[in-house]
DNA sequence: ATTAGCACTCGAACCTTGCGAGTGCTAAAA
DNA sequence: TTTTAGCACTCGCAAGGTTCGAGTGCTAAT
């Protein structure tokens, strides 16, 4: 068990250290002598060189071509990861400015989840993905009916959390309003507060035109229940095309490819992160042998929401040679912000800035 | 004026017509010799050379270098734009294919506007960009007031056209849920069917929670008026990657950020399009001297809706040498097709799927 | 165990060269 | 007058060759 820690010797843990993070400012492979150079490292490059060798047979860092240095393969990425504590944090003043950018938007969730994205892409510079939150069991919180034409009618459905479901619907004979209204009033009191089942059940109670707009409530119910997550908000699509492993124009469309195929990014959420708790940040290297389509990219996730509320996902997607630091801190920072937005949103009582509390 | 047309013989404008739809095809430059050789014209390449020429000196081709043959210039894409009739029409059982696909998803704005984006993306082997229908002068429809937590309530404005804004707001004391639905039924008989100008007009008439609620009202309203168009949906972003021009990571970059600055496409949107009627395609090329960002790129674009209800936008996002035929087709169609929806969504009073009608 | 020294490898960059597509011009043919 | 055949010329491109140097692995000395 602590053995598998000692797989490397401690001087081989900093020169791989050292090799990931030069590889990733400079992009380039790196060979022994910078190693030995640009780190005042009390080696000569011989020995790095012993050592280097040893951790390509180990399998943390591959060579590209005989006479070229070493890169970190995914497992030294993971490794380098791993050791990463907590760099690269966005400064507080920035911190600050970011928070009350998010205050004075704070009634409107898309808004939020498009100025994350947008700081978001900026800090890490590399694509942002951000989900707006949802919940998992969905509860009514209210319910409207309103005339638009003819027999034509718009139900309204607010969750609780302040999710908003909206659709259009043709009944067999127009309905006054006063008429819509009072069914919306009544299926409110008695549907307030439930889940999708309970709903369903209760249902049947009803008879006419109250059955009838029962009836669509409860299926536009399940249709909540089954959206697996909000709208997936992105920005800073166009930074990883500026990445050098994207130069090939082929590669670039696979990276690419992936923002685009919103089932991929929903598999990802539910198998990566759902399952944890919110603010812990997930990191998954080179499609993590699981995502053929993501072995150039890394993809930093976290979880964000209030439990019983509201979840979401907020995310990075980049190269594998990518700033990790900064960017888990960025992500975690970010993670952080909404949870508060969406917490702040459902409780606070009275609109306090920030810095006024502070 | 009748002589503009004339700047060029018949069989000048016959050859670089081969010329473009040749270059369009083969994304290489285009020799007299394979003009002559792949369609039968009846002239020897000595003389194609000597028009090609001519060509050349009045701006409509050009020579990449000495040793290669023609592309057309953006003028000369003008004009074979121009001379395009109707090319490349999506067959009939496709067209409806797509309009039964839209039919079963009537009851959603956003679908109808990701399912069009999908489709033209598709079709056009490009990018794709919709915005969803958005009034131009926002009449108020329907007003509601919900109890969320404490003193907070969420406000939800129906406009006439469908169109839901929301807004989460903090009163300085809670009021019950019955108090606040009678001020939302009031100010719905009070405002339904009036324009924002007249709303504010009326909001001095209330007082107390009436006055707050009418005041955030009004604030809401000018929103929406201030709102330039809906949301925009992209689509077939890796289709433009795939193209032969942006193999150049640098061009490629340069292309898609434009579809990533909503800013550029608003005033692309406004400036090209909402002057025109619904239904006419209109073709950018190469950013047509106004757009630098442009340069490599050719839009297609179309208004569509209804006078009176909303008007939202249809586009593709290619290369200058794109199949403008096809696109333009694709485009037409789907702005009929969109048209047709939002004609369908406000007026008709039962469900009818087209198959059914016709 | 570390290191200096050295031979070796191999990709990147640069040059040369030949090829061929395509042109423009001219003079002859229609 | 228009068209066309013929031909010299240009120039990008691909292929092959050479150089250069970074980086390695090994060995022998420290």
Redesign the pocket.
């Known amino acids: 068990m602590v053995k598998i820690m000692d797989e490397l010797t401690e001087r081989q843990k900093i020169i791989l250290t050292l090799v990931t993070h030069e590889h990733i400012n400079s992009a380039l492979?790196v060979?022994?002598?910078?190693v030995v150079e640009k780190f005042n490292i009390?080696?000569?490059?011989?020995?790095v060189?012993?050592e280097?060798?040893t951790l390509?047979e180990l399998g943390y860092l591959r060579?590209p071509?005989?006479?070229?240095?070493?890169i970190p393969t995914d497992k030294g990425y993971r490794f380098f990861v791993g050791r990463l504590v907590r760099e690269g944090e966005i400064p507080l003043s920035a911190q600050r400015k970011i928070s009350h950018q998010f205050y004075q938007m704070r009634n409107d969730v898309e808004q939020w989840a498009r100025l994350a994205a947008s700081i978001l892409a900026q800090q890490s510079n590399a694509a942002s993905l951000i989900t707006a939150p949802h919940s998992e069991h969905t509860k009514l919180q209210h319910v409207e009916f309103i005339s638009t034409y003819g027999s034509q009618i718009l139900m309204v459905l607010v969750l609780v959390g302040g999710e908003l479901r909206q659709r259009i619907q043709n009944l067999n004979e127009p309905y006054s309003q006063e008429r819509l209204s009072s069914v919306g009033h009544l299926l409110t009191q008695q549907f307030k507060g439930l889940e999708t089942a309970r709903i369903i059940q209760k249902v049947r109670e009803f008879s006419d035109l109250e059955l009838e707009l029962a009836y669509i409530v409860g299926e536009e119910m399940e249709r909540a229940d089954a959206t697996v997550s909000g709208e997936i908000y992105l920005d800073g699509i166009t930074n990883v095309l500026a990445e050098p492993e994207f130069n090939d124009a082929g590669d670039a469309r696979r990276a690419l490819r992936v923002l685009e195929e919103r089932t991929l990014l929903y598999e990802l959420f539910s198998k990566t992160i759902m399952n944890n708790d919110e603010g812990t940040v997930q990191v998954l290297i080179g499609g993590e042998g699981t995502w053929d389509e993501l072995k150039q990219c890394s993809i930093v996730l976290s979880k964000y929401g209030v439990p019983g509320i509201a979840f979401g996902t907020v995310g990075v997607l980049g190269p594998v040679r990518m700033a990790y630091g900064k960017t888990i801190s960025a992500v975690r920072f970010m993670s952080g912000m909404l949870s508060e937005m969406v917490s702040q949103s459902h409780f606070e009582e009275n609109i306090i800035a920030p810095n006024e509390v502070d």
């Open positions: 492979p060979g022994s002598k910078v009390g080696l000569s490059s011989a020995t060189r012993n280097m060798s390509t060579q071509h005989t006479s070229a240095g070493r």
